[in-house]
Each structure stands twice: as C-alpha cells, then as structure tokens.
C-alpha cells in the first residue's frame, strides 16, 4: 500500500505487509486499515516506523469491503461470497482505537 501526496504528485510511504491484492482501505484517525485477498485485515499506525499494529487473518476469502463507523469504535468487513449464488456476509467488530494510545496523538 502507498501513500501519496497527491498535490505535489509524491509517494510519501509504503505499507508493506500484505502478501495479496488489497481491495479496501478505511481510515479512523491515524490508523489505516487495509483488507486483502487472502483475507488478512490489517491495522497501520502511520506515524510510527513499525507501522503494522495488528494483522489477523481474518477470514479465508477476500475482504472486498471495510469501513469505520463515524465514531471509530467499530469497524465493518464484508467477505467476498465463494460463489455466486450465496450473498456476500458481513462482520461487525467492536475495537478499541484506544489499544494504540500508548503511541501519543497525531
């Protein structure tokens, strides 16, 4: 995953971490949460060096969607469904942004 200053046309930064395509992004503060084809969610701290802050493999098919709800104790993922006649499912999670205080504010 890069991250780019689009006005000065710049990569600023690259994410490294996840092992596939990475269909979906959502951000809450400072944290980055990137959701891959291998169904790995991953959570990145942009303001520290060690960027990743927590990587679980979350599902076994592809997150093809993710969100932060607007108070950003929640997040939102939705699976990719194996075949075409099943709906996509998903899976609401309560997490604590708080986890990563101890690293200060932006």
């Known amino acids: 995953v890069q991250l780019w200053d689009v006005e000065n046309m710049k990569r600023c930064r690259v994410l490294k971490g996840q092992d596939s395509r ?3 992004l959502s951000w809450n503060k400072w944290v980055l949460s990137c959701g891959s084809r291998s169904g790995i969610l ?14 679980v493999q979350a599902h076994s098919q592809e997150i ?3 969100a932060w ?4 104790r929640h997040y939102f993922e ?5 075949d075409t006649t099943s709906m996509p499912k998903y ?5 604590q942004l ?3 205080d101890h690293l200060g504010n932006p």
Not at 78 to 82: D, E, H, P, R
């Open 69 to 72: 709800s607007p108070d950003g």
């Open 22 to 24: 990475v269909p979906c």
């Open 42 to 55: 991953q959570h990145s701290d942009v303001r520290i060096q060690e960027h990743a802050v927590s990587r």
């Open 64 to 66: 093809c969607g993710l």
């Open 78 to 82: 939705q699976v990719k469904a194996v």
């Open 98 to 100: 708080s986890q990563f």
């Open 91 to 95: 899976y609401y999670t309560d997490f």
